[in-house]
């Protein structure tokens, strides 16, 4: 089951996106990348966009969300799946949930920042449509930008 996620759940989501960063390599940044995750309501909700976590009975698995950008544009973030619940089409059908939500919420256009180390994603969002493209900037642990015409 996909749902929005609540306040009191960031720790959990924090625990589950850090432990994944590490496993690849890279560093949770709560101070400027991941502060998001510290906020979910400021970042994401009250700005217009969402989000979600992917559920395993009571157990956070997964996470995608909508950050918006304006001019009907948002940013998909926070895209992550426990490593013990892959290759069982979770991240496919997280990637999916996060683009129908994108056209519920009026945005026209999404586009992502991932880092290279992240092979399966890379994959998987091609195989959906995105496309790379040179972003005015890129968070210090991305070196690709991508984004999809709704």
């Given at each position: 089951?996909?749902?929005?996620?609540?306040?009191?759940?960031?720790?959990?989501?924090?625990?589950?996106?850090?432990?994944?960063?590490?496993?690849?390599?890279?560093?949770?940044?709560?101070?400027?990348?991941?502060?998001?995750?510290?906020?979910?309501?400021?970042?994401?909700?009250?700005?217009?966009?969402?989000?979600?976590?992917?559920?395993?009975?009571?157990?956070?698995?997964?996470?995608?969300?909508?950050?918006?950008?304006?001019?009907?544009?948002?940013?998909?973030?926070?895209?992550?799946?426990?490593?013990?619940?892959?290759?069982?089409?979770?991240?496919?059908?997280?990637?999916?949930?996060?683009?129908?939500?994108?056209?519920?919420?009026?945005?026209?256009?999404?586009?992502?920042?991932?880092?290279?180390?992240?092979?399966?994603?890379?994959?998987?969002?091609?195989?959906?449509?995105?496309?790379?493209?040179?972003?005015?900037h890129l968070a210090p642990?991305?070196?690709?930008?991508?984004?999809?015409?709704?």
């Amino acid at each position: 089951m996909i749902r929005s996620a609540t306040a009191r759940e960031e720790p959990l989501i924090r625990e589950l996106v850090f432990a994944i960063l590490k496993s690849y390599g890279l560093e949770p940044s709560p101070k400027d990348t991941d502060a998001d995750l510290f906020d979910l309501n400021g970042f994401y909700f009250d700005r217009g966009g969402d989000f979600s976590v992917l559920l395993d009975g009571e157990e956070i698995i997964g996470t995608v969300a909508l950050f918006n950008l304006g001019n009907e544009v948002c940013e998909l973030r926070k895209m992550y799946l426990d490593p013990n619940f892959r290759r069982r089409g979770l991240g496919k059908q997280l990637l999916e949930y996060g683009l129908v939500k994108a056209r519920e919420l009026g945005f026209t256009q999404v586009t992502l920042e991932t880092a290279s180390e992240l092979k399966e994603a890379v994959a998987l969002y091609k195989s959906y449509g995105f496309e790379p493209f040179e972003p005015d900037h890129l968070a210090p642990r991305c070196d690709i930008a991508m984004r999809l015409d709704l």
